[in-house]
């Protein structure tokens, strides 16, 4: 048996489809009773049993305040975790329906009006989940990686040191170096707006269902900045058309008055993934030119 159908045993299920398999290997559950899951098994070594048990915690509570975030599924013993006889961790969280907001280097469909609506949404939504969020008193256990300074711009970033990428040609890796002390300084004004936050709202991680929206995967979550959610979200509009329109309507819905706020926690979450890519894609892969490119451009505009 795979280590898949493995888990999915425990949690009396049934294998319906792959869904990703990439980092987390997730898969469409069938469960008992016609209830429907999202099996994931963990990345090796990303992820601690302590945080992942975490992040399950965060998304429950999310979901009993009544927000579009999957919930997890408990073993009959009720422990949202299982360790697999190869050592490898398993959870499952409750099914979400709806279809991705879009996809990374895809083009966003639609007039700008509609997808500024989503965005409008969009804010709205991140507002809530940040609001209730800081009302919550966390568990002692509790343990989550950091997006603050030292997990964004200090010297052992959580994606790592952006500006030695070896893909980094030399003009290159002094701007990303200039453009680290430039966002430290930016981010030092922010200190105090920090809390636990979602911190890969990606496209891929919006599910629109309808008029509604809601936020899956929590793989990355963490304590951090509260704008590094926006600037993540906006990070993957940067080329699109109607960016100005898009900016304005994801900040007006979080409640954010100045939407030039956000474009130093854009910078970083551009910076971030030129570090990610590093280590994880082959040395080839043109997603490497694709962040660079994009960092570099979006570097200059902030800086100039």
Same mark, same amino acid.
């Given at each position: +048996?795979?280590?898949?159908?493995?888990?999915?045993?425990?949690?009396?299920?049934?294998?319906?489809?792959?869904?990703? $398999?990439?980092?987390?290997?997730? =898969?469409?559950?069938?469960?008992?009773?016609?209830?429907?899951?999202?099996?994931?098994?963990?990345?090796?070594?990303?992820?601690?049993?302590?945080?992942?048990?975490?992040?399950?915690?965060?998304?429950?509570?999310?979901?009993?305040?009544?927000?579009?975030?999957?919930?997890?599924?408990?073993?009959?013993?009720?422990?949202?975790? &299982?360790?697999?006889?190869?050592?490898?961790?398993?959870?499952?969280?409750?099914?979400?329906?709806?279809?991705?907001?879009?996809?990374?280097?895809?083009?966003? *469909?639609?007039? @700008? &009006?509609?997808?500024?609506?989503?965005?409008?949404?969009?804010?709205?939504?991140?507002? *809530?989940?940040?609001?209730?969020?800081? &009302?919550?008193?966390?568990?002692?256990?509790?343990?989550?990686?950091? /997006?603050?300074?030292?997990?964004?711009?200090?010297?052992?970033?959580? /994606?790592?040191?952006? /500006?030695?990428?070896?893909?980094?040609?030399?003009?290159?890796?002094?701007?990303? &170096?200039?453009?680290?002390? %430039?966002?430290?300084?930016?981010?030092?004004?922010? *200190?105090?707006?920090?809390?636990?936050?979602?911190?890969?709202?990606?496209?891929?991680?919006? $599910?629109?269902?309808?008029?509604?929206?809601?936020?899956?995967?929590?793989?990355?979550?963490?304590?951090? =900045?509260?704008?590094?959610?926006?600037?993540?979200?906006?990070? *993957?509009?940067?080329?699109?058309?109607?960016?100005?329109?898009?900016?304005?309507?994801?900040?007006?819905?979080?409640?954010?008055?100045?939407?030039?706020?956000?474009?130093?926690?854009? $910078?970083?979450?551009?910076?971030?993934?030129?570090? %990610?890519?590093?280590?994880?894609?082959?040395?080839?892969?043109? @997603?490497?030119?694709?962040?660079?490119?994009?960092?570099? +451009?979006?570097?200059?505009?902030? +800086?100039?």
């Amino acid at each position: +048996m795979s280590e898949a159908e493995i888990a999915a045993g425990l949690w009396g299920g049934r294998i319906v489809r792959a869904l990703r $398999l990439r980092e987390n290997e997730v =898969y469409e559950l069938a469960l008992p009773g016609g209830r429907r899951g999202a099996l994931r098994l963990h990345r090796r070594g990303y992820q601690s049993a302590a945080a992942i048990r975490s992040e399950l915690w965060w998304c429950a509570a999310l979901a009993d305040a009544g927000l579009p975030v999957p919930a997890a599924v408990a073993l009959a013993e009720g422990e949202p975790l &299982a360790v697999l006889p190869s050592g490898r961790l398993a959870s499952v969280v409750d099914w979400v329906e709806g279809a991705p907001l879009g996809e990374a280097g895809v083009p966003l *469909q639609g007039p @700008v &009006a509609a997808q500024a609506a989503q965005l409008f949404a969009l804010g709205r939504l991140l507002a *809530q989940v940040h609001a209730v969020t800081d &009302a919550l008193a966390l568990p002692g256990w509790f343990e989550r990686p950091r /997006w603050d300074h030292d997990g964004l711009v200090g010297e052992a970033p959580f /994606w790592g040191r952006f /500006w030695e990428h070896p893909a980094l040609g030399p003009v290159e890796a002094g701007l990303l &170096a200039e453009a680290r002390l %430039w966002l430290a300084g930016r981010l030092a004004r922010h *200190q105090g707006a920090t809390g636990l936050i979602h911190a890969d709202v990606l496209r891929e991680n919006i $599910l629109v269902n309808g008029s509604s929206l809601s936020l899956i995967d929590f793989d990355d979550s963490g304590f951090g =900045y509260r704008l590094y959610d926006l600037g993540t979200v906006l990070s *993957q509009n940067l080329y699109e058309p109607g960016y100005a329109e898009l900016r304005a309507a994801l900040c007006e819905g979080y409640g954010l008055s100045d939407p030039a706020e956000v474009d130093a926690f854009t $910078l970083a979450r551009t910076l971030a993934s030129v570090g %990610w890519a590093a280590p994880r894609l082959p040395p080839d892969d043109p @997603v490497h030119a694709r962040h660079i490119a994009r960092a570099v +451009m979006f570097a200059n505009a902030c +800086m100039a």
